[in-house]
């Protein structure tokens, strides 16, 4: 039994190994590290997913962690094509910049997501535009920029994996990653 | 222990097999066929060691031009007499048969020196078109295949094979040995074999393409967490980041003479389209508008750019010199129209037309301004004309897949091209002929 496990253990660790020696050897770029907010891999290996351990550890105190607070709401949702912020959205970018109004060393990061329809790069712009947007809300209701990152996915990590407007409403999103 | 040893290095050499295996893409032709010219492809004689030549030339030869709609093989069943040289040929069994055209051929080997040669006849006139005999190592035996087949599609056609030229790919697939999803560059043959592996990575890649002497790709990595610019050697796998700027990093095109990449950067604030000039890394902005502006193409005399912009409210295409000015409107039919390419005689560009919930590949003929659109799918994007500029390679949706596929420039014959293990393909960028 206990061998057995053992060579379980050396297996598991040898396919990891292998996931992560697999790029091309020759250059020197490595497989880029586990992500917290990636909506499309949810290990079942978590053993290896520290990233999780520290994100719980950094909001144990704080009422970013209460799933009743409005802070709980982290996306925001946008109509195709658009970057308009809507009404809905707009309750929830105010209690975000509230609390970082409030505490003005936190900065957080606003992904900019699209749809599958239409082209990848004009998604990316798309995606970035709307995460502009979100910005500019939470700048006027207080927040410093310096606490404000923007980055676009564009299409590339959809919340849901559909090719139908369920899916595709869930996508076009911008989420606010502290 | 070991034996423990020993699996482990039996496992990971299976690991690492089933890796390459996956990348591989099978193809097949989902519409038309009618009206290709028949042609009597006999299987090739065989002199050397084993039963079979390691590859089948016949066989390759004739998927080629079968994909290509210009050609419907006879089927081997239905062929008379297996001639493998011009002496063994009785031009009635093939007139019998109804093929204008017949291929004869064989191979021989000693040790790893194959030769290969091969003839094409003229069944009425009752004479050779053209042939040729080959020197090769065992390796090069797809590439002949592939040379013949572009000297047969010219010599038949009027117009350049392009049956050896290779396609770029992004694939995006989840493991199963760790449950997650990994993202990868991939080249291979046009005809999905030999896949090699360009780049992967945990984090999205997109937008390749390919430099003017199909040495290098450029594509766009978010493997620092936001969108760069990579250039990657094909054959040395040496990079090199070209544009990482803040924000969007996107977009890149080569120059038709290698010496610029156009782009979509926005660190200005929105995505405006730049000139970078390669060696160097001096940057030329072309477009300053507070709209969307981005996937940039060169025509391939090098002095316009198409590009797509949301400026008149939604995304449509314009043109700009390539050393700036004022930007024209190109498309006016539909609402969404986006990331156009020229052809390879500039006389036309390819681009997504789109109304909300259906997007295909469109064509557009710019002296008439006349716009045929090829497909009808649901979800395509990426479309590029192959270098002879009788094929559009594109990427759509199919049972839940993104797949990739090509269509003739006349809509007439279309192939779906997917991977062999679960997962999406994606973004095919044609690569240029190669010498």
Redesign the interface.
Known sequence: MNVFAKGTVVLLSSMMLWGCSSTPKTTTAPVAGTQTTAPVSTPTTSTMNDTDMNAGARMATDELSDPNSPLAKRTVYFDFDKSDIKPEARQVIEHHSKYLSANSSTRIVLQGHGDERGTREYNLSLGERRARAVQQVMTLMGVSPSQLELVSYGEERPAAMGHDEGAWALNRRVELVY | MNV?RT??LT??IL??WS?VARAELTIEITKGQQGGLPIAIVPFGWQGAGVAPPQDIAKIVTADLERSGRFDPVATRDLLARPTDGSQVNFRDWRLVGAPHLVVGKVSAVGDNYTVQFQLFDVYKESQKTGYTFQVKEGELRAIAHRISDIIYEALTGEKGAFGTRIAYVTST??Q???????ALYVADIDGYNPQ????????L??PAWSPDGRKLAYVS??????VIMV?DVF????EKVAAFS??N??PAWSPDGTRLAM?L?KDG??EIYVMHVAGGRLQRLTEHLA?D??PAWSPDGRKLVF?S?RGG??QIYRIAADGGKAERVTFDGR?N??ASFSPDGKRITF?N?D?NV?RVAVMELATGNVQILTNS??D??PSFSPNGSMIIYAT?HA?RGVLAAVSLDGRVQQRIQLQEAGDAR?PVWGPFTK
């Open positions: 423990l699996w482990v496992l990971f690991l690492l890796g989840v493991w040995a760790n449950n997650v999803r990994y993202y592996l360009i780049i992967r990575s945990k984090e999205p997109m937008s978010f493997e620092s967490r936001r969108p990657q040395t796998a040496q990079r924000g969007i996107g977009a979509s926005s929105n995505s969307i981005t996937e797509t949301d939604r995304p969404y986006a990331r997504i789109g909300g997007f649901r979800l994007e990426s949706e839940n973004e």
